[in-house]
Each structure stands twice: as C-alpha cells, then as structure tokens.
C-alpha cells in the first residue's frame, strides 16, 4: 500500500467503520488487538531483543580497529547503519540485545493489557519484564539508574555501554511504578524510588533561586529540554511518595525546571529540541514529550499555571508538525521520513488530549488520528512488526526492537477499552 500524498484526501481504512462522530476517536471504532497481540508475539519470539536505532557501535568487528577511537567514525557509523535500508549488523557483528528502556515500554504495555482484560497471561509477561529489569539495576552512589545495550556517540558527547543515563532511567522507573500500583509489590516501589534518588544527586545540570536544568547522562551539561521535562515530570509522579520538607524541597525544583524549558518556547508555539546552536530544531516527538510531560507535571501537582502554554503549543504541534492531509511531519519543515517514533508518540498525544478533554481544533485532529490510522495499516507486517521507516522513495522495514515495536505496542496498548 503506497503513503497518502500531500494533496490526496484521507481516507478511513477499511477496518475503520464508515462513519465517526467527530466527540469519538477513531481508534475506538478501530480493531487494535489483533494487532497488539501480534506485535507481542513478535516481540516475544526473539524474548524481547532486537537491533536497535544506534547500536551500530557494538560491532566488535569495528570496535578492535583504531578507527573506533574517532569521534567522527563513530558518528558516521551509527549514521551509516541507521539510515541504511538494509542492514547490515549481522555481517557487522553486531548482535540482538535486550534495550532497558524497550523492555519498560513493553511492561507498561503489559500493564495496561492486564488492566483492561484482566489475563493472567499479561501478568505472568509483565513478572518476567520485572524480573529482567530489575536484575539490570545499576546501584549509584545515592539511587537507582539504568543505561543502553550499546556504546553512543552524539554530537555533544559519547556515552559507552552501560552509562546511566535520564531517559532510560525514567522510563523503567515508570514502569516499576505502574507494576507497584497494579501488583503492589514494594520492591518495585523501593526501585522506582531509587530512580528520584538519582536524579536529585546525579542529574542536576545547573541550578540557581529560579530555575534549573536536568541533565541527560552524569557530568554532562547538555540541555535537552525533553529530558529535562521528563525528570521534573517524574518527581512529579514520585512526589506523592513523599512527605514534608522533601516533597517541598521536591516541588520547588520541579517548578525550577519547568521555568527552565519554557522561556526556551519560540512565541508561535515552537518549541526547540536543546539550547546549543546545533540542537535548534523543531520536531514531532520530542514536541510531544514536552507536552506529555508538562501535562503530568499540572496534573501532579495540581496547578492550571501551564494551561496557556499548553495551549500555545498543542496548537502549534497540530497545525506544523502534521500535513494538510494529516501525515505526521519529523520535523517542522520536513514531512520525510516518515517513522514509526513519531508515529507511535503522535498517537499517544492524540489519546491524551481527548482524556484531558482539550476543546481546541476537533476538525484537525480527527483529520490526523484517521491518517494515523491509516499508516498504522501501512506500518504493520504480516509477521506482526513495525516497519522503520516510510522514505520518499520507498521503506526502511527494519523491526527496530525499542524504536518501533516497543513504542507502537505501548501506544497502542494505551488505546485498548475492553
């Protein structure tokens, strides 16, 4: 099946019924099981391990060459094999690995299987996730933090294998909290608990009396906004936990962060991915982290202060980050490539916003939740993955473990209503 164009009218998939009231998502109207179910039993198959987006850096082909201590050659590798529509780790060398962070995905996933069909066969899944998650635990100094399956290379700084890091940490962290509140089970809780820990020792990049910025790996000071929101959304979910002058002490740095990220936001709504020169784009799923996570923040902790700004950049992320036709765009000025990412997190954001209610723009998010629809059909092969990437001029179908099952099989177990 070809990708819509620019100009050709959306249309509903066949399995979307034929009429949608426009107060009612299409996704409810729309049969994801079999879908999800395929994706798990996908996942399942290979027990969770996959490629990954950016472990090209573990071919140990390459890392015994002096080329490996280049900066540039490491860059250009993980480039290379990332962008190749073939690929080509096997002959690198380069082995399935289980991903910290994908496997949290996949528990969350499990969790709100579990908790829509009550199946002892997702509780039994999600046990397992624990079990491995936990096993994989690095003990810091003070807390709890995880890291990815590979060495990685940035343009502002390279992190070997292992290395804790923020948004990995995070999204275990949501996981054990997700498993305590449906399993009760207090190691989780201690472990999730472990996670805040490290960020208030580790992770703070720069504070002042007004405002501060989390970082993204330990002594670094790249400010990324959307891993600075995520560890202020996180204290917020972890706030509750809390009592007295710490969660007060917990709060006020929380807002900090949050006063941080958003003087960075442009005055249409745009909002940058990180303050260096080269980190001044605009995208589509990082947008929607920002808003994810700023809307946890106000409900945790139950303000209405950020209401205007949310505002402000939903209404940018709906007009200039989807197409005419409602085609999620990666960055602001680019509709090309096409991927999986930005589709799953443009789900999970189209969700969210009917939760929470939001009035703004019915017209044009129904035009985009039935265009997300119809890519999910495209995405999807008949072995139960999701493909990578939809170019210009043809697919990128490499399964990415983390980068595309793990995140389509959360956005979509998220849409689930027995």
């Given at each position: 099946m070809s990708l819509l164009s620019l100009n050709e009218q959306v249309e509903t998939s066949t399995e979307l019924m034929a009429t949608v009231d426009i107060t009612d998502s299409p996704f409810s109207k729309f049969n994801l099981l079999p879908r999800i179910k395929s994706v798990l039993k996908y996942a399942q198959s290979f027990n969770y391990e996959g490629y990954d987006l950016f472990?090209?850096?573990?071919?140990?082909?390459?890392?015994?060459?002096?080329?490996?201590?280049?900066?540039?050659?490491?860059?250009?590798?993980?480039?290379?094999?990332?962008?190749?529509?073939?690929?080509?780790?096997?002959?690198?060398?380069?082995?399935?690995?289980?991903?910290?962070?994908?496997?949290?995905?996949?528990?969350?996933?499990l969790i709100q299987l579990f908790e829509a069909y009550g199946e002892e066969a997702y509780s039994n899944e999600a046990y397992i996730l624990f079990q491995r998650l936990r096993h994989q635990v690095q003990t810091r100094m003070i807390g709890n933090a995880w890291g990815y399956n590979f060495d990685w290379q940035a343009r502002a700084f390279f992190v070997p294998e292992g290395t804790p890091n923020l948004v990995t940490s995070v999204f275990v962290g949501r996981a054990l909290i997700a498993y305590y509140r449906c399993f009760h089970d207090p190691q989780a809780l201690e472990l999730a608990l472990g996670v805040t820990d490290f960020i208030l020792s580790e992770m703070?990049?720069?504070?002042?009396?007004?405002?501060?910025?989390?970082?993204?790996?330990?002594?670094?000071?790249?400010?990324?906004?959307?891993?600075?929101?995520?560890?202020?959304?996180?204290?917020?979910?972890?706030?509750?936990?809390?009592?007295?002058?710490?969660?007060?002490?917990?709060?006020?740095?929380?807002?900090?962060?949050?006063?941080?990220?958003?003087?960075?936001?442009?005055?249409?709504?745009?909002?940058?991915?990180?303050?260096?020169?080269?980190?001044?784009?605009v995208d589509n799923f990082h947008t929607g982290f920002n808003i994810e996570s700023l809307q946890t923040i106000q409900d945790c902790l139950q303000l209405d202060d950020y209401t205007a700004v949310l505002d402000s950049v939903i209404s940018y992320y709906l007009d200039h980050l989807f197409d005419d036709a409602g085609l999620p765009k990666y960055y602001s000025n680019h509709l090309y490539p096409v991927d999986v990412h930005v589709l799953a997190e443009s789900i999970i954001i189209l969700r969210l916003l009917r939760e929470k209610g939001y009035q703004g723009k019915p017209s044009r998010r129904l035009v985009i939740e039935k265009s997300l629809i119809d890519l999910l059909v495209q995405f999807q092969d008949e072995a139960g993955y999701f493909y990578y990437q939809k170019l210009p001029r043809g697919w990128n179908k490499i399964p990415y473990i983390r980068w595309g099952q793990a995140w389509m099989f959360y956005a979509l177990s998220g849409c689930i209503r027995p």
């Open positions: 472990d090209g850096l573990n071919s140990p082909l390459l890392k015994s060459t002096v080329f490996y201590r280049s900066r540039y050659f490491r860059l250009a590798l993980i480039q290379f094999c990332k962008k190749s529509p073939v690929n080509l780790r096997p002959l690198l060398g380069v082995a399935r690995g289980f991903n910290p962070k994908g496997g949290a995905l996949f528990l969350m996933g703070i990049c720069h504070e002042d009396a007004h405002m501060l910025c989390f970082r993204y790996i330990p002594a670094k000071d790249t400010e990324v906004h959307n891993a600075n929101l995520l560890a202020a959304s996180y204290l917020a979910e972890t706030l509750c936990f809390f009592s007295g002058s710490r969660q007060s002490m917990i709060r006020q740095k929380i807002l900090k962060a949050v006063r941080f990220s958003i003087a960075d936001i442009n005055p249409d709504g745009s909002w940058p991915y990180g303050t260096l020169s080269f980190h001044r784009w």
